[in-house]
């Protein structure tokens, strides 16, 4: 039993290959159910989720904290969803959204150029020069969009436990590939693997609580969960706030104790802006 | 499964991978044994070999053919080493020495430094630093190498049929992976692939007698062989040289029939006057 990231570049066969894995092993099969899941949950438009987790930063995107907001929010729905093991998500960032968890089998899917060419022909009805242009622009985000929020390089092979080429191995080879590996005695689900993917759904749903809830505008805190035991660090600009953080964080579900250090610091430009009192 | 080629950075546990699937399928383990078989064949220093194989590109080396020649004959017998054989090759630049080989499985085999480190600090009995540092070296040769002499990028995973990275999964569950994989059907060799790749043996093996043969200035020429029929083609400098090619493919045994493409260069001043 285990957690199946699939990540890809557009047109590499990644969600046929999850489809198939996921079929073959009885395990549930996700991707863009995350989002509408996210937005439910936590009141939050789903057109925003998705641009946060597709779309490459723009130029002055570093000075705006809403990306990492609606990120926070798809990866607590994406802790809900995988929680319970048994499943296969090919959406996007799996591999760092989940990041930490034992049980977590990391898995890149290439195929070259001419392949993906003619896959996105196939399917979009494109031209050739409109395919090559649509995967390249694809490619481009997904590493703009990595380099900028996790510092690390898409295409690098570390990130990952297996890398994949579909150029000379069919997809039921690939999907052997990975149904081997979950075989694998390091993947295996355990108590203290389990505690650890519990932890991380439990600390990011409370965040996602926290950073959603409409009455908390000024908080920027840290959330980490240990069996049920939850601590909250960072700080917020009022004490209603911090009132409300300590409310919310009580009443999640799961939690069975709390802990905050959050202290209560006013910004200088709410001593004048929309909030001074 | 024929031929499985594992490449690796240094330390990075590829060599106990290759001897684990080596056992476990049955297959032969080869390495540095190509190098030593080469040097015997063509009477040649083995570290002449294997500096052609490692050494950084130099600023001029573009107008010597040492480099060249030797590839020529590494490639020639690690050709006739897979031939017959079931083979697991882990010695360098195998995926590119047998590129275009019908049934090569192509594994890369990753791990992080920190993993890399401690192994060449046990092994060779290095400091961290001096670990460190020799680690970054022999990457950075062997990126350098493979750029340019195969204009690729050696970490590009596109290279590779599947990467493995040994943080998590152990050496020994990544050859249980392999293993598994070789069995399948469709990776067995077929009449045809054993076609291919005799052919390929004895285009090598012609490939390499004219970079032997210091008088022909080959580093254009290409041979390719279909049955008994060999095409050679390329640019030689005169038609004395082109002479000589087709003297030594006619002389081999084999070869059939030789179908000529060879040109001769225009000297720059009939270029100049044309």
């Known amino acids: ?277 | 499964m024929a031929i499985i080629t594992i490449s690796r950075g240094t330390f990075s546990g590829g060599q106990k991978l290759a001897e684990c699937i080596a056992a476990k399928l049955g297959y032969r383990c080869i390495s540095r044994e190509v190098l030593v078989e080469t040097a015997k064949e063509f009477d040649v220093s083995e570290e002449k070999l294997l500096e052609a194989l490692t050494k950084k590109p130099w600023l001029l080396e573009r107008l010597t053919r040492a480099r060249d020649r030797y590839l020529a004959y590494i490639r020639a017998t690690l050709l006739k080493e897979v031939k017959d054989e079931n083979v697991v090759y882990h010695g360098l630049a195998g995926h590119l020495l047998l590129k275009d080989v019908p049934h090569v499985f192509r594994i890369k085999v990753i791990a992080n430094i920190e993993f890399r480190v401690r192994n060449a600090m046990e092994r060779n009995n290095l400091s961290r630093e001096e670990a460190l540092r020799y680690i970054r070296d022999v990457d950075e040769g062997r990126a350098r190498w493979t750029r340019f002499i195969y204009d690729v990028d050696w970490n590009d995973p596109n290279l590779y049929d599947l990467v493995v990275n040994l943080d998590q999964i152990a050496i020994e569950s990544a050859c249980d992976v392999v293993c598994h994989l070789a069995n399948m059907e469709g990776y067995q060799r077929s009449d045809l692939s054993k076609k291919i790749i005799n052919d390929m043996v004895l285009a090598t093996h012609l490939r390499a007698l004219i970079a032997a043969d210091r008088g022909i200035s080959d580093r254009e020429v290409e041979v390719v062989a279909d049955g008994g029929v060999v095409t050679i083609s390329g640019t030689v400098e005169s038609i004395a040289e082109a002479d000589r090619i087709r003297t030594i493919v006619r002389m081999e045994p084999g070869v059939a029939e030789i179908d000529s493409k060879l040109r001769v260069r225009l000297p720059v001043w009939l270029v100049g006057s044309v």
């Open chain 1, 1 to 277: 039993m285990a957690i199946i990231t699939i990540s890809r570049g557009t047109f590499s066969g990644g969600a046929d290959l999850a489809k198939w894995v996921a079929e073959k092993l009885g395990y549930r099969c996700i991707a863009r159910e995350v989002l509408t899941e996210a937005a439910k949950q936590y009141g939050a438009d789903e057109e925003g989720l998705r641009k946060a987790l597709m779309e490459k930063p723009g130029f002055i995107e570093r000075l705006s904290s809403e990306r990492t907001r609606y990120l926070a929010l798809i990866q607590a729905a994406l802790c809900k969803a995988v929680k319970d093991d048994k499943v296969v998500y090919h959406g996007h960032a799996g591999h760092l959204l989940l990041v930490g968890v034992p049980h977590l089998i990391r898995v890149r899917v290439i195929a070259n150029m001419d392949l993906r060419i003619a896959s996105a022909m196939h399917r979009q009805k494109l031209g050739r020069q409109q395919a090559i242009e649509y995967i390249r622009k694809m490619d481009d985000a997904r590493s703009k969009w990595t380099k900028f929020l996790y510092h690390v390089d898409w295409q690098d092979p570390l990130l990952y436990d297996l890398v994949i080429n579909l150029d000379n191995f069919s997809l039921s080879v690939a999907c052997e590939v990975v149904c081997a590996a979950t075989k694998l005695e390091v993947f295996q689900t355990s108590p203290e693997s389990q505690k650890v993917m519990d932890d991380l759904a439990l600390s990011t749903d409370v965040k996602a609580r926290i950073i959603s809830d409409p009455g908390i505008k000024t908080a920027q805190v840290e959330v980490e969960a240990d069996n049920g035991i939850v601590t909250i660090s960072g700080t917020v600009g009022f004490q209603e706030e911090l009132n409300r953080i300590n409310e919310i964080a009580r009443n999640a579900p799961d939690v069975r104790g709390l802990r905050s250090t959050v202290r209560i610091e006013t910004h200088w430009a709410l001593t004048q802006g929309r909030y001074a009192r």
